[in-house]
């Protein structure tokens, strides 16, 4: 068969690294190519699926949402955080999921449980509303951060507690950064004016960013209780497989993971 990632830019993508350590564990001979589309170039994605006989895609920056006017179908999860990261193709028609929603419980779920947490969102774009949407099900307490009032109006729902300032911050139990800072080594507590006055060595951190592997953020918390995005990544990536297979093949994480320390070089899960 054969997948591939539309994004744009997208030489920078880990997908092709995650899906063929899976194919190759697995023995299948399948492909998985990054394609370079452009925005003005998705309304042409047909050809493009025709010109590379594609059975799914996945979906990256700027397409999460555009992409969804050229499906026939698409999943309540992804209706509900109005984003579209994966995509199959079946009988000449287009199927689309949202699997960073699942990908993130899961391993939220793998690494802290189930238990009903008082939960803290930094951040308010596209991963935000998938980490958001996570905790919902989860039956979890939310507040989201956003520094602009407007970017709250942009969830489907507004069943969270809003944030304009992270000055004087009441006790969470988890706090999650779904904005990039971090990318870049730079020091969130500054940034974002956060205290660390009330994080505790109870406190869990989770920064969706994976490389750095540890964020300056993801200091302020102890190690025990801190998780980065490499799970979130891998998961998201496994669960698009599954569903391109109909979950007639389970994918193989450890040989996921094992490649991907051989590229960073150890230790980042
Ligand atoms: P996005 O849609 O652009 O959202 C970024 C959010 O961060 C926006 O709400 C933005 O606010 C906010 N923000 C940026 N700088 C800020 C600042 N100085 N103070 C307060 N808020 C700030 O980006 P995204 O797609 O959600 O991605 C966010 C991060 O998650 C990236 O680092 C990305 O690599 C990571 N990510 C990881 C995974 C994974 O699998 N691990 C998956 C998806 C994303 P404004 O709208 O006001 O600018």
């Known amino acids: 068969m054969n997948f591939a990632v539309i994004g744009s830019p997208i030489e920078h993508t880990l997908s092709p690294a995650i899906h063929y350590a899976n194919f190759n564990s697995l023995n299948l001979a399948d492909t998985y190519r990054a394609l370079h589309i452009r925005p003005e170039e998705l309304g042409h994605i047909k050809d493009v699926i025709k010109q590379y006989d594609l059975n799914g895609f996945n979906v990256t920056i700027p397409h999460k949402e555009t992409i969804m006017a050229h499906l026939d179908f698409i999943d309540q999860r992804a209706i509900e955080v109005n984003a579209v990261n994966t995509v199959l193709i079946k009988d000449n028609k287009l199927y689309g999921y949202n699997t960073d929603v699942t990908g993130y419980k899961q391993a939220y779920t793998d690494r802290f449980g189930t238990m ?144 991907l320390d051989k590229k960073f070089g150890g230790g980042r899960k």
């Open 116 to 259: 009903k947490r008082n939960i803290l969102i930094l951040g308010a774009g596209g991963a935000s509303k998938a980490v958001y949407r996570a905790h919902s099900e989860l039956g979890d307490d939310i507040t989201i951060y956003a520094r602009r009032e407007a970017s709250f109006e942009t969830f489907t729902d507004q069943n969270f507690q809003r944030l304009s300032s992270l000055q004087n911050l009441k006790s969470f139990d988890v706090i999650i950064n779904t904005t990039p800072i971090g990318l870049k080594n730079e020091d969130l507590y500054d940034v974002m004016s956060l205290s660390r006055n009330k994080i505790t060595e109870d406190t869990i951190g989770i920064d969706l960013i994976y490389n750095p592997e540890k964020t300056p953020f993801l200091y302020g918390f102890e190690d025990k209780m801190v998780m980065n995005g490499l799970s979130m990544l891998v998961n998201q990536a496994i669960h698009a497989f599954e569903i391109w297979y109909d979950n007639k093949h389970e994918g193989d994480y450890n040989a996921v993971y094992a490649a």
